[in-house]
């Protein structure tokens, strides 16, 4: 228990909440890039490796494409069906392997990488698959190529989609960051589980808790926002 | 310049298989516009879409411009392409790019430099007639300035060919006036082969120098429309000309068809005044088309049957087509 007549408690939880809010944003922010970069990747396979798709014979093999349509399906399927803190001990060994260890900031960038690429991805072919076959018929009457497609037709026309997919992701992340945060990933998630609740200070838990609501709005808002500047329609 | 040489094409296998085509040739010469007019399911957009090789057909061939195009792969149909431009009915612009933009689209596949395609796509707006609008998105434009669009994009990159799906059939009649009209002349300063699929009759009628009726997988007739029009029988003629149901009469009821040089002179007046029938007029269907009349009359001859043989043989030997309906 946190004695809240200590002179110094305002300003010791004012450091605190800072310093952990810097491990989410740390957290997050990596997590986040690695998750866009693969995510948008596998968006873009599973709609282009699916039969009939831009890429549905990769190399001229038809079982190619569909092993790497089935495939993709299945994991990013495994990926969101594993609860968040089932996965995170799951992924101990792998985390452990790749950063030396499974606790702290950088550690809790790679379980929430892990389930954040499945989410998105399916954000990015949900978007993807919004544009209609009619603009690939007509890059393809130009004489466009697949690569031309995908970037200047199919990704491009699907960046709104891809933008509110991008803030439901950032939203997501957060979330996930706080329940690394309770196993030793810091971060908020941590300041709220030590402080608010092992050590009782309702003080921190309403800080953590008033601070997360506020982020989550201001990327959901900052997304809604430049996705209506970014589509024309 | 587009030569489509017996091509097949049916969809699935088995008994649910579907024929989209079924042994269809047809020429279109340089220059020249050309229209397919059938319903949907016809046929036509599985035919338009062999001519660029968005479809390939199960057998025959399709030249463009001297080359076998459902023989081309890779990076040689795509260049062959570059040759063909295509616009939609439902235009498919890509709704995040400008106008400037979404003509340049064109250009950059085609590889050509940022400076060149500037001046390119100014000069082709300038050309549909989209001046000053290369800054707006597509969804701020009508559909008839939309089209524009699509037709700056097909002919950017100089082909010389101009495929057209349904491209008017979005569009309310006004507009698609002004675009048809746009083709046209197009076609004429630029030197344009126009092939051309629709189900509106008015379309050929307006701007189509040769047209082909399709249904069900298969030419059905085809020829100049001139030609189609004052032949006996002939389905696009009744389809442009219709005269309705023909009524309940004792009387022969024959159908003329009128073509350019026919129509000017008095046939019905002399009819009357040379075998002293009273011809009754049923119906009747004349419009200009290129400059020449054309048309259809449906009239009742009453009297006995020799005196109409006599006069339906008479109207025969001044060059009209003449059918006995009744």
């Known amino acids: 228990m946190i004695d809240r007549n200590d002179p110094s408690f305002w300003s010791d939880l004012f450091e605190t909440i800072l310093k952990g809010a810097g491990e989410t944003f740390y957290t997050v922010g990596f997590s986040l890039l690695l998750t866009v970069i693969f995510g948008l990747a596998a968006g873009v396979l599973l709609v282009a490796t699916e ?54 900031a950088t550690a809790a960038i790679v379980p929430l990488t892990i389930a954040g690429i499945p989410f998105f991805a399916r954000l ?34 699907a960046v709104p989609a891809i933008t509110l997919g991008l803030s439901t992701t950032i939203v997501g992340l957060i979330g996930y ?24 200070s309702p003080e921190y838990m309403f800080a953590v808790v008033i601070l997360l609501i506020l982020l989550v709005q201001v990327f959901q808002s900052l997304g809604n926002i430049a996705s209506r500047r970014l589509s024309h329609r | 310049m587009i030569s489509v040489d017996r091509i097949s094409k049916r969809y699935g296998s088995g008994e649910s298989s579907v024929v989209a085509l079924d042994d269809v040739s047809l020429t279109v010469a340089k220059g020249e516009i050309y229209g397919v007019v059938g319903q949907s399911g016809a046929g036509k957009s599985t035919l338009i879409r062999t001519v660029n090789s968005l479809e390939k057909p199960d057998s025959g061939t399709v030249t463009v411009d001297g080359q076998n195009i459902s023989l081309l792969q890779g990076a040689r149909l795509r260049a062959a392409r570059h040759n063909i431009g295509m616009i939609f009915q439902h235009f498919n612009l890509l709704s995040s790019r400008t106008v400037q933009a979404n003509v340049e689209l064109s250009l950059e596949i085609a590889g050509v430099e940022r400076s060149a395609r500037r001046v390119r796509v100014a000069e082709i707006l300038e050309l549909v007639g989209l001046h000053g609008k290369a800054n707006a998105y597509p969804a701020q434009l009508s559909g008839g300035q939309k089209q524009r669009v699509g037709i700056a994009r097909a002919l950017a990159s100089n082909p010389s060919v101009l495929l057209s799906d349904e491209a008017t059939s979005a569009l309310d009649p006004e507009t698609t006036q002004q675009i ?45 429309v001139e030609s189609l029009l004052t032949t006996e029988k002939s389905l696009l003629g009744q389809a442009l000309f219709p005269l309705g149901e023909i009524p309940d009469t004792a009387n022969t009821v024959v159908e003329i068809t009128f073509n350019g040089v026919t129509a000017d002179r008095p046939v019905i007046a002399q009819l009357a005044r040379t075998h002293g029938i009273d011809v009754g007029i049923l119906g009747a269907a004349l419009e200009t088309i290129h400059g020449h009349q054309a048309g259809r009359t449906r009239l009742e001859l009453p009297g006995t049957a020799e005196v109409t043989d006599r006069a339906i043989a008479d109207l025969r030997s001044q060059g009209l087509f003449v059918e006995v309906v009744k």
């Not at chain 1, 014979?57 to 609860?83: C, E, M, Q, T, Y």
């Not at chain 2, 092939?195 to 399709?214: F, G, N, Q, W, Y």
């Open chain 2, 180 to 224: 048809l009209d746009l083709i046209r002349n197009l076609s004429k300063e630029l030197g344009l082969t126009v092939l051309l699929i629709t189900h509106e009759m008015d379309v050929v009628k307006r701007i189509c120098d040769s047209a082909a009726v399709m249904s069900q997988g298969r030419i059905l007739e085809q020829g100049t």
């Open chain 1, 124 to 157: 990015v072919e949900i978007g993807i698959r919004e544009v209609p076959v009619g603009l690939v018929e007509a890059a393809e009457s130009l004489g466009a190529n697949r690569w031309t497609i995908l970037t200047k037709v199919l990704v491009a026309e």
């Open chain 1, 51 to 104: 039969t009939g798709g831009l890429l549905a014979k990769p190399f001229g093999s038809r079982a190619l494409g569909l092993v790497i349509n089935r495939a993709l399906d299945l994991l990013v399927n495994i990926g969101r069906s594993i609860p968040f803190i089932i996965l995170m001990i799951l992924l101990i060994p792998f985390t452990r392997m790749l950063v030396g260890s499974f606790i702290g």
């Open chain 1, 177 to 200: 960051s706080a329940m690394v945060g309770a196993v030793g990933g810091g971060g908020l998630g941590d300041v709220a589980f030590r402080y608010g609740y092992q050590r009782y």
